[in-house]
């Protein structure tokens, strides 16, 4: 079983560029779940996808968007990029019988 | 709404010592707990959960951990611990209605 991709692995944005991040969950799971890791602040919950549809979002600006794909798959898209943004970016998809989160390996964001 | 607290941002430890990584949660609602695994520069990796059941749970690399309903607590344990256990470890808590909260992580240092 292929695990949770994302891609790419790293990315290099100046201020205010926008960013798209990409995720392919592992077949079978339709939840995708996005978390925000900065450097000493944890996982901060981003969004929550689900069968398409946005399900929840963290306290976030809106200029942090995303969508799913009829494929499951899902991207995520930062506009106005700010120098906080800087972070490592996690994809995690949902084995809904046992509520487990998959993750993939991340997508480093650096804005410069 | 809720909660959890990681109670050590750092722990370090000698090679083959024992180790405890605390975890309390909060909750009204009954929940599933789990504990997750970051290596450097990684996504994040299950180590073992909670669903219900019997209260003490083993993992992968050794570990174990114990659901204590009346404390709400679901501590990390493990024997003896090795170099290659140098890692952030990430407790989490689900509602049961896909929405899962992480602490803020515990980073384990083990020195030879």
């Known amino acids: 079983e292929a695990g949770v991709t994302q891609s790419p692995t790293h990315l290099i944005k100046t201020r205010g560029q926008q960013a798209t991040l990409r995720c392919s969950p592992i077949?079978?799971?339709?939840?995708v779940y996005w978390y925000q890791q900065a450097l000493g602040l944890g996982l901060q919950f981003l969004l929550w996808y689900d069968e398409g549809e946005e399900r929840n979002r963290g306290n976030f600006p809106p200029r942090f968007s995303g969508r799913q794909f009829p494929n499951y798959s899902s991207e995520l898209n930062v506009n106005a990029l700010e120098l906080e943004d800087s972070a490592l970016y996690l994809c995690?998809?949902?084995?809904?019988?046992?509520?487990?989160?998959?993750f993939g390996p991340g997508t480093r964001l650096t804005v410069t | 709404a809720q909660s959890v607290t990681q109670l050590d941002s750092q722990v370090p430890v000698f090679e083959e010592a024992p180790v405890e990584l605390r975890c309390n949660y909060s909750s009204s609602v009954s929940v599933y707990l789990f504990w997750y695994v970051q290596y450097p520069n990684q996504g994040l990796q299950l180590l073992l959960k909670?669903?219900?059941?019997?209260?003490l749970v083993k993992g992968i690399n050794g570990f174990e951990a114990e659901f204590n309903k009346s404390q709400t607590s679901f501590h990390l344990r493990k024997p003896s611990v090795h170099i290659s256990d140098t890692a952030e470890y990430f407790c989490a808590v689900s509602d049961r209605g896909f929405k899962t909260i992480f602490g803020a992580g515990t980073r384990l240092f083990v020195k030879a």
């Open positions: 077949s079978g799971h339709t939840s």
């Open positions: 909670y669903l219900s059941g019997s209260t």
């Open positions: 995690a998809s949902l084995r809904d019988t046992s509520y487990e989160q998959y």
